[in-house]
């Protein structure tokens, strides 16, 4: 910082006493003044970039984790007795067999395996060995053999989870020492798992099924993903996107070139700013009395997020809107008005494209920041367990029920069982992903199209 | 205008869409958070193995979830409020003033309330009087009520370590709260003998009014920062148990479960909490779990009837069922639940 004395700042003084190479005291305190200055200026940012990266390592450290699971390479054969007992293949007798009956299948094929191989550790009872396959593993078997009742009497390879402590063992989370006090697995069952690791059948991959499969109950969280979280939160944004849009733009337009400027216009204009900074939990209050309770529209459905979104993100389009309408300069609306343009034509034809930019720009930002707004969906349902998809929107999906990415983490954080913790981290990641996306598209629209005058 | 064309043609997708929507065809739950988890079990295993959606489980809140069951009949309001405190009279009395005159009551277990610390931490045998002691802004010394100046809990109990108090007791808001101070605070108001104290100080018209503001005195928590409401769920006090290792924490009995690696349980009079010991009665600090069904939506919501008989069916709410796993207090009178169910009986006054 001492080389910022050196730097030549024109003395203002008028008194010819000292000169750039002799400071006087005066000079010297006010170039201290401004070395503190700049090192507050640092201080500032390093205490944001510290809270950054501690923020972020944390998050990455908890979540990253998510993206891999461990599974179980199985090879079931599936017995037509036990599945089919009519023996007629006919749907309505093979959904008669429940997951409890596909569970057990599951259960006696890794037991046969680990006697085949001789894979055995003293005290593992062969139920403490199914409890190593998720619990979600008999319903995925069941729904493949509904689909193509061919299955049956065939002996097929089956990937299953693995449960969410043999997963966490996997990754450090659970250990010996903590499984000793854990009633839920047992250290023998942690020895097993390293033999089952030896021969090749337990196995650690990148887990697509995080990004698509629904969410699950507490009993499985080695199951649980973000898929309908991210189709709700997709359906919500492009919904936003076309109801903010128009109405944004079209308000900023006649405020900003057509409207006379008197009182109303200056209420209008103070009341926009305002609605800006009202807390977002008050638009959710108010989407539960309009939306659901009066208009009938479905709770838990994403057409109610959405318009309670654009209800949000109105405000601060048309104040992004507007600014960057200002800034095209009056040069071009004269020019155009010369000619003999209309003032609707020199806006349409001229300002607005001009504008349009940073109007996009605007409107990502927006959007972006509806994507990561929790608390308006908290009041609308849409806080929920929500396990079938969404239909396509074709065909109503808009108002099927649906989560919300920020909504999926604030619950999964409220999980009991300690593998949330880590998904939950791993939702944020993904959220974090998408925000990083649509700030990077803000940024590359601003830099390619914005004109400077 | 491209974008015009392109709203314009979306709003109709949406308006066509909408009369789509109209009927539902999803069971909708809410309420309390504490039944939330044993919701989603049923509700899952329901989307697997019947023909049926899978149900659509919020959480909020036992008394938010009976205010919304409670805004009327039709598809467009909810079908099941899970609570974990019975329903009240007002709830009753708002449901029929909207139509809602027929609600079937589903008890379908007990939850257990536990105390835990650290699990490195020493170990503690609680008696609700110790509670009381630790916590109460007014305790009994030498016969006459004094105000709480209790720092360790060895200091009324030697039998327990000589560890600084600091309880994380759930927030007012909290069901759980409710059985806190009712079986533990009051009990052990009771124990202490500071009840019958608050009695001959209070005001009231007959017995049971003055037993209401002695009871009342009871649940008044100390406020110098030994006794911390915790307002958020069991993972914020097990968080904040992580941070300071003295402290006391009280959380349901399937989170415990969840996190026996982490947190030690103290007893309770002697007894160590599990799902034995509480459907045994020994165990003091329970409650018991219900979900009310209107019972108008019945036959309109497909799979309601189908979902409500699933969860109270011994393959789920059965002591050997997943909820008995996962930390729910089986129901030992189950049988007169399902044939209540079975014959849809509509719950009686409240008495």
């Known amino acids: 910082m001492t080389d910022a004395t050196a730097s030549g700042l024109p003395d203002a003084r008028p008194q010819g006493s000292s000169s750039l190479l002799q400071q006087d005291a005066l000079m010297k305190r006010r170039n201290a003044a401004e070395a503190r200055f700049k090192f507050y200026g640092i201080a500032a940012i390093s205490v944001s970039l510290v809270t950054l990266c501690v923020m972020l390592w944390t998050i990455f450290s908890d979540g990253v984790s998510a993206f891999r699971q461990a599974s179980l390479e199985l090879t079931v054969t599936l017995d037509a007795e036990r599945l089919d007992p009519q023996g007629d293949r006919s749907l309505e007798s093979l959904s008669k067999v429940t997951t409890i009956g596909y569970g057990n299948l599951l259960t006696a094929a890794l037991n046969d395996y680990m006697a085949e191989r001789n894979i055995s550790v003293e005290g593992v009872s062969p139920k403490q060995v199914g409890e190593f396959i998720s619990r979600d593993a008999p319903a995925r078997l069941r729904n493949m053999v509904l689909a193509d009742p061919e299955l049956i009497g065939q002996t097929i390879r089956f990937g299953a989870f693995a449960s969410g402590r043999i997963d966490g063992y996997m990754k450090g989370r659970v250990t010996m020492a903590s499984a000793a006090l854990d009633s839920n697995i047992t250290p023998e069952q942690l020895q097993l798992a390293d033999r089952l690791i030896e021969a090749g059948v337990l196995k650690s991959a990148f887990n697509w099924r995080f990004l698509t499969n629904p969410d699950a109950s507490d009993q499985r969280p080695e199951s649980a993903g973000l898929g309908i979280a991210i189709i709700g939160s997709l359906y919500m944004m492009f919904l936003v ?19 006379p400027k008197n009182k109303w216009t200056d209420i209008i204009e103070v009341n926009i700013s305002n609605l800006a900074a009202v807390p977002s939990i008050v638009y959710g209050i108010l989407g539960l009395a309009i939306f659901i309770n009066f208009a009938k529209l479905p709770a838990s459905a994403p057409i109610v997020g959405a318009l309670v979104l654009t209800l949000m993100t109105l405000p601060t389009i048309i104040i992004a809107t507007r600014a960057s309408l200002r800034a095209v300069p009056p040069s071009i609306r004269d020019a155009a008005l010369g000619v003999g343009a209309s003032k609707m034509q020199t806006v349409f034809h001229h300002v607005l494209p001009l504008a349009a930019p940073g109007i996009m720009t605007g409107t990502i930002l927006g959007l972006a920041s509806a994507l990561g707004e929790t608390a308006p969906l908290l009041l609308i349902g849409m806080v929920a367990f929500v396990a079938n998809y969404p239909s396509s929107p074709l065909e109503g999906g808009f108002f099927d029920p649906a ?17 949330f913790i880590e998904r939950s981290s791993g939702a944020i990641i993904v959220l974090l992903a998408f925000l990083l996306v649509m700030n990077i598209l803000a940024i590359v629209l601003r830099r390619r199209f914005e004109r400077r005058w | 205008m491209n974008l015009m064309k392109f709203t314009v043609s979306a709003l109709a997708i949406a308006a066509v869409s909408a009369t789509a929507a109209a009927a539902r065809d999803n069971v909708q739950v809410t309420g309390s958070s504490t039944v939330l988890p044993y919701s989603t079990i049923v509700a899952e295993a329901f989307g ?20 919304k069951m409670c805004e009327g009949v039709g598809p467009n309001t909810v079908d099941i409020a899970n609570s974990s405190s019975r329903i009240t009279q007002r709830d009753i009395d708002t449901c029929a003033a909207n139509g809602v005159t027929e609600i ?8 257990g309330i536990v105390f835990a610390s650290d699990v490195n931490g020493p170990e503690f045998n609680f008696t609700p009087a110790d509670i009381y002691n630790a916590l109460a802004s007014q305790v009994v010394k030498d016969g006459a009520l004094t105000a709480n100046t209790h720092a360790q809990w060895a200091e009324f109990n030697p039998a327990l370590p000589a560890q600084d108090i600091l309880v994380l007791s759930p927030g007012t808001k909290h069901g759980t709260r409710e059985v806190f101070d009712e079986r533990v605070i009051i009990a052990g108001c009771k124990e202490t003998g500071a009840h019958a104290l608050f009695l001959a100080v209070v005001a009231g018209d007959d017995d049971s009014a003055k037993n209401r503001a002695a009871n009342g005195e009871c649940t008044k928590l100390r406020t110098d920062g030994r006794n911390v409401d915790i307002d958020g769920d069991y993972t914020e006090t097990l968080q904040r148990l992580d941070n300071d290792k003295n402290a006391v924490g009280v959380f349901g009995l399937s989170f415990y479960q969840n996190n026996t690696d982490k947190l030690r349980v103290a007893t309770m009079n002697g007894v160590v909490p599990s799902t034995e010991t509480i459907a045994a009665g020994d165990y003091p600090v329970s409650r018991p779990l219900y979900f009310y069904v209107k019972t108008a939506h019945l036959d309109v919501i497909p799979g309601l009837k189908e979902y409500v008989e699933f969860f109270v069916s011994d393959d789920m709410a059965g002591p050997d069922g997943p909820l008995a796993q996962y930390g729910l207090v089986s129901d030992p009178e189950l049988a007169a639940t399902q044939a209540a169910v079975a014959a849809r009986t509509p719950m009686g006054p409240l008495n």
């Open chain 2, 48 to 67: 697997e193995n019947f023909d049926f959606p899978t149900p659509v489980v919020e959480g909020g809140g036992s008394g938010a979830g009976r205010a």
């Open chain 1, 403 to 419: 989560t919300a990415l920020p909504v999926q983490v604030y619950s999964w954080a409220s999980r009991s069982d300690p593998a």
């Open chain 2, 104 to 111: 079937m009551e589903v008890r379908f277990g007990y939850d």
């Open chain 1, 241 to 259: 996107a076309i109801m903010v849009l128009p109405i944004g733009v079209a308000a900023s337009i006649y405020l900003e070139e057509f409207a």
